[in-house]
C-alpha cells in the first residue's frame, strides 16, 4: 500500500502538533535561564544550531495565518429567513 501526500500531510500535522505540546511542556517546566545553565551541553548545542531554521518556517507560517485570519469573514448569503435564536413557539 502505498502512501499518498495526504497521508503525508496528516502525519507531519500530527507531528507538529505533538512537537508543539512537547516544546509548550518544556517551556512550562523550566525558564529560558534555568534551561541555559542546567541543560546538557549537547542540547543546547542541537538548540543553537537548529532553532533559526525551525524559528524561521514557523514565523514563516505564523504570519501566513494571521494574514488569513486577520481578513475580515465574509458575510453568510442572505437566504430569505431570519434566525433570530429562541423558541420557535
Do not use: C, K, Y
Amino acid at each position: 500500500m502505498s502512501r499518498t501526500v495526504g497521508d503525508d500531510m496528516e502525519d507531519a500535522s500530527e507531528r507538529l502538533l505533538h512537537a508543539i505540546e512537547d516544546f509548550e511542556q518544556v517551556a512550562e517546566a523550566v525558564t529560558s535561564d534555568e534551561a541555559a545553565r542546567a541543560f546538557d551541553e549537547a542540547t543546547l548545542q542541537v538548540f543553537w544550531q537548529r532553532w533559526p531554521h525551525v524559528s524561521t518556517w514557523a514565523g514563516a507560517l505564523w504570519r501566513q495565518l494571521n494574514a488569513d485570519l486577520a481578513e475580515p469573514a465574509t458575510p453568510v448569503e442572505e437566504s430569505g429567513s431570519i434566525d433570530i435564536g429562541g423558541e420557535g413557539g
